[in-house]
Nanobody, 129 residues
C-alpha cells in the first residue's frame, strides 16, 4: 500500500503560479500510474492531469492544457503539478492519486477516479480575481 501526501496549495492571484507536490511512501512509486484530480464546491471530482508509470505519457484535461504540467521523479518518490496562468475557476481541493500498474501497461494514463486505488487528503488551491 502507498501513502500519498499533497503540499503546495494556497492562495494566489489570477495569473499566478503554484507548484503542487505529491510525496509518496510505503511502496515504490515506480509501480504506479499517478494522477491529479480536483474538486470544487458543489462539483464532482475531475481529472486535472495524469502521468503513466513509465513517465513517457501524460494526459491533461482540456481546462489545464497549455497551463499545467505534470511530472514525476521516481527517485524522490514525488509527483509534481506545475500550474501557471491560474484562473479563479481553478479554485478547488487538489488530490493526488495512485494506481498500481503492470509494466505491460506502463505507458498508459488513467483518467477516471474509479481507476485509482489510493488517494491523498488533498490540498486547497484558491485563486482570487
Amino acid at each position: 500500500q502507498v501513502q500519498l501526501v499533497e503540499s503546495g496549495g494556497g492562495l494566489v492571484q489570477a495569473g499566478g503560479s503554484l507548484r503542487l507536490s505529491c510525496t509518496t511512501s510505503g511502496r515504490v512509486i515506480s509501480d504506479y500510474s499517478m494522477g491529479w484530480f480536483r474538486q470544487a464546491p458543489g462539483k464532482e471530482r475531475e481529472l486535472v492531469a495524469a502521468v503513466s508509470r513509465s513517465g513517457d505519457s501524460t494526459l491533461y484535461a482540456d481546462s489545464g492544457k497549455g497551463r499545467f504540467t505534470i511530472s514525476r521523479d521516481n527517485a524522490k518518490s514525488t509527483v509534481i503539478l506545475q500550474m501557471n496562468s491560474l484562473k479563479p475557476e481553478d479554485t478547488a481541493v487538489y488530490y493526488c492519486a495512485a494506481k498500481p500498474t503492470l509494466i505491460l501497461y506502463g505507458s498508459l494514463c488513467y483518467s477516471t477516479q474509479n481507476e485509482y486505488n489510493y488517494w491523498g487528503q488533498g490540498t486547497q488551491v484558491t485563486v482570487s480575481s
